[in-house]
């Protein structure tokens, strides 16, 4: 089901699902991607539970501040489930790296600007649409369902990426997704992958056996 909902456009996805379904399908996600839990364990749970426990692992990672970035790192590592989170769950992990990014321990060590720098960059590059990555940047905040301004979300994240190799991932993303379409029933690609452009074509497409 992921599969699909990831294809398709998040931002209609909440008219068309209750908000209290969609909110506990985010946090179903977050938690699986944070926590690393099975998705079954969350199966019988009822969607006050998962509230409760969504909030309880998020007030954690703050907590832990800047050492939670290299779990976020190690998450991010290979193919997970962060490609198909909706943008609220994107949002939420992109909260947690601004929010670090002015503690005096993240400043004083380049391992830390290096793995916030890396994890921002691996967000953006799973974005399909230009809208899609709009919604995760209005939804860089720790409570589902609020907005915030995305001027100022991409500033913040133009800050922890200053300076590194990642400096420009952002204006990247832009100008990979500007000519892209929606891929919708067909494979997940990364924006940042060479053959991103062939999603836009139809399975059966003889180009697809020259890959």
Not at 90 to 95: P, R
Not at 147 to 167: H, P, R
């Amino acid at each position: 089901m992921a599969y699909q909902l990831k294809d398709a456009d998040y931002a209609k996805m909440t008219d068309e699902i209750d908000k209290i379904a969609y909110e506990t399908f985010t946090q179903i996600l977050y938690l699986h991607f944070v926590a690393g839990s099975n998705l079954l364990k969350y199966a019988n749970m009822g969607s006050d539970l998962i509230a409760n426990t969504y909030k309880e692992n998020v007030q954690n990672i703050r907590r832990i501040g800047v050492d939670a970035l290299k779990r976020i790192r190690n998450h991010l590592t290979g193919w997970g489930w962060v490609h198909y989170m909706p943008p609220e769950a994107k949002g939420i992990i992109l909260a947690h790296v601004t929010e670090v990014s002015t503690q005096p321990k993240y400043l004083e060590q380049a391992s830390y600007r290096q793995d916030a720098a890396w994890i921002v960059a691996e967000i953006m590059a799973t974005h399909q649409t230009p809208r899609e990555k709009y919604e995760t940047l209005q939804h860089m905040t720790f409570t589902i369902g609020d907005k915030v301004d995305v001027a100022q979300s991409t500033t913040s994240l133009n800050s922890v990426v200053l300076g590194t190799v990642y400096a420009n991932c952002l204006q990247e993303t832009d100008a990979r997704l500007a000519s892209a379409s929606p891929i919708r029933g067909r494979p997940f690609l990364r924006n940042d992958e060479q053959n991103f452009v062939m999603a836009r074509l139809a399975l059966d497409h003889p180009l697809y056996a020259q890959a």
